[in-house]
């Protein structure tokens, strides 16, 4: 008879991941993804290497799971500070507002998330998420453009174009501690008037 693990067996290896996953975001908010090493990780989770990748089978799948985890609570962030306004200029400039502060709040982990030199499976995980903050913007400006509060213009592209400067822009004055809400404002006001509002 095959070997079933428990309830309770299963839980503590949810946890022991869970616990695994928190050390390693750390270390990348502190260090960037350079310094998430599996030797860094399991000193931090007091484990032995081989340990870890009883977890994680190599460390593409755990940095590729430390992306996932990172930018999936920003992306929410942003879903959240999009929805319930009424207005298309609000709804805008909230998602660009908070998408920045968030940068700004830690900026080595948005510097990881947005441009650190990664191994190619994150980099496709970044290439899909930056689909799916741009599908945020599409869906306010497309709602926008078919209420005639904006200009007619490609819903898509100009979403796409809203989260490249985000990304870009924002790498200066994250790693030099540029000035925050001069830049923040700044973003605001060129992103709105990219899209007419």
């Known amino acids: 008879m095959a070997y079933r693990e428990t309830t ?21 908010r502190v260090g960037g993804f350079k310094a998430l090493t599996i030797q860094a990780l399991a000193n931090d989770v ?42 298309i200029s609000q709804s805008l400039e909230a998602g660009v507002r908070v998408f920045a502060e968030r940068a ?7 510097w990881a998330l947005i441009a650190e030199p990664v191994e190619p499976a994150v980099d496709e995980s970044r290439l899909f998420y930056r689909e799916a903050y741009a599908r945020l913007f599409e869906k306010v400006i497309a709602e926008g453009v078919a209420s005639g509060t904006l200009p007619q213009q490609i819903p898509a592209l100009s979403a796409a174009a809203i989260v490249g400067a985000l990304a870009e822009s924002l790498l200066g004055p994250l790693e030099h501690n540029g000035p925050e809400q001069e830049v923040i404002d700044g973003l605001v006001l060129f992103c709105l008037r990219a899209v007419g509002a």
């Open 46 to 87: 007091n484990m032995s290497v081989g340990n870890i990748y009883r977890y994680f089978g190599n460390k593409d799948a755990l940095s590729v799971e430390v992306f996932r985890h990172s930018t999936e609570r920003e992306l929410l962030a942003v879903a959240q500070a999009i929805q319930g306004k009424t207005d």
């Open 104 to 110: 700004f709040r830690a900026p080595v982990l948005a």
């Open 8 to 28: 309770k067996v299963l839980e503590k290896k949810s946890q022991m991941r869970s616990e695994i996953l928190r050390s390693a975001e750390t270390l990348v």
